[in-house]
């Protein structure tokens, strides 16, 4: 099955192009007769939202297991997800492991209509306890290639990212170590100084997990580690753009200093997409959720109920514009991540969204399958 896509906005290297593009199983290809024709008006396509951080959605977490990553996987595409990073926070090993299997299990026979998942993100147990944020402390360990190997077994292939405090001994070893196994290193829920997270960064850590949280304080002669990445133009910032984690004021000097850098996320957990609040579980652990908040009864945030397409949709608020806001969501974590694809262009992935003026999603496209429409 092949569709036109007629009249469209395209999201391509060169901005919003007006346009007409193909949809394919195997991608996107130049406009041609098609079995299916459809004009939309000038509505935006773009490539599908990545979220590179997301522990879970729809009543489950990653962590439990099971079918946990299907059901993430099968609900996301409704908020225009065409991909994720099932990201697994800290928890004893073997939980860790099974979570582990259990995400390659669903990698070895993924569901078609489904966002796709390209790897997991390890969220742990490699952290500074003086920045657990929500994180169990009884699960934090030393960065170790021991611990790491018991976790992900054979399936290190399966491994995209790991999130970890590289301030702790060993620490920096261990990131070049996994830097050159491919894996994206981002350092997360640190103490480092400004001068120790340029150390890091220049051991080839090119990434900074949810910007600001969890993250060394800021003092005007010592500016912790956040401002040190701000600083660094090779890293990529995660941003949680929920309203909740980071001032909208905070936000704003973030996109100032580096709107070309910022990889919007929502380390959602399994609340989210649920319309639910009151009582849930992160990692182990009780959470409430409560105004669009989840915390732990020590007041801690825990993770977010937000979806993708909100986050996009907040950082045009933020006053980036509709190209912008999708390329923090849509484009930048592929190409930041080894992912494919990241335009709309012939021989990219056919997973694509079309969205209105207001990055509200129309319709989303797996392998030019719609597999969900508004
Ligand atoms: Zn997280």
């Known amino acids: ?130 920045r657990a944020g929500a994180q169990p402390h009884e699960a934090l360990r030393l960065p170790n290639l021991a611990d790491y190997q018991a976790i992900v077994g054979e399936h290190e292939k399966h491994v995209k990212k790991i999130s970890l405090s590289c301030e702790l001994p060993g620490g920096i070893d261990f990131a070049r170590e996994l830097a050159a196994r491919g894996v994206a290193v981002s350092l997360a829920h640190t103490e480092a100084t400004a001068e120790q997270a340029h150390e890091i960064f220049g051991a080839g850590v090119r990434h900074f997990t949810h910007c600001f949280n969890a993250a060394g304080a800021m003092f005007n002669r010592a500016p912790g580690p956040a401002i040190a990445a701000l600083n660094d133009a090779r890293i990529t910032l995660e941003m949680i753009c929920d309203n909740v984690h980071l001032h909208r004021d905070l936000m704003k000097v973030m996109l100032c200093c580096a709107a070309d850098r910022i990889v919007g996320i929502t380390d959602a957990m399994m609340a989210a997409g649920t319309g639910r609040e009151g009582e849930f579980m992160l990692a182990g652990q009780k959470v409430y959720v409560k105004d669009g908040a989840a915390r732990l009864d020590s007041e801690s945030l825990a993770g977010s109920v937000a979806t993708l397409d909100f986050v996009t949709q907040n950082l045009m608020k933020l006053g980036l514009s509709q190209y912008d806001a999708l390329a923090c969501t849509a484009s930048r974590p592929r190409t930041t ?37 508004s």
């Open 1 to 130: 099955m092949t569709t036109l896509i007629k009249n469209a906005r395209l999201f391509t290297r060169k901005g919003l192009v007006p346009g007409d593009v193909c949809l394919t199983p195997q991608g996107l290809a130049a406009p041609a007769a098609a079995d299916a024709t459809i004009d939309v008006a000038g509505a935006i396509l773009a490539p599908g939202l990545v979220d590179v951080h997301i522990h879970g959605s729809f009543d489950v977490d990653c962590l439990d297991g099971g079918d946990s990553v299907a059901t993430m996987a099968a609900g996301l595409p409704r908020f225009g997800v065409t991909g994720f990073l099932p990201s697994l926070a800290a928890a004893p090993l073997p939980t860790m492991t099974a979570a582990m299997v259990a995400a390659c299990e669903y990698m070895s026979a993924p569901n078609p209509m489904a966002a796709k998942v390209y790897g997991v993100h390890l969220e742990g147990p490699f952290f500074n306890p003086a």
């Open 337 to 373: 991540h080894g992912l494919p694809g990241g335009f709309v262009e012939p021989g990219a992935p056919a997973d694509v969204v079309l969205f209105d003026d207001d990055l509200r999603v129309l319709a989303t496209y797996i392998d030019g399958r719609e597999v969900y429409k």
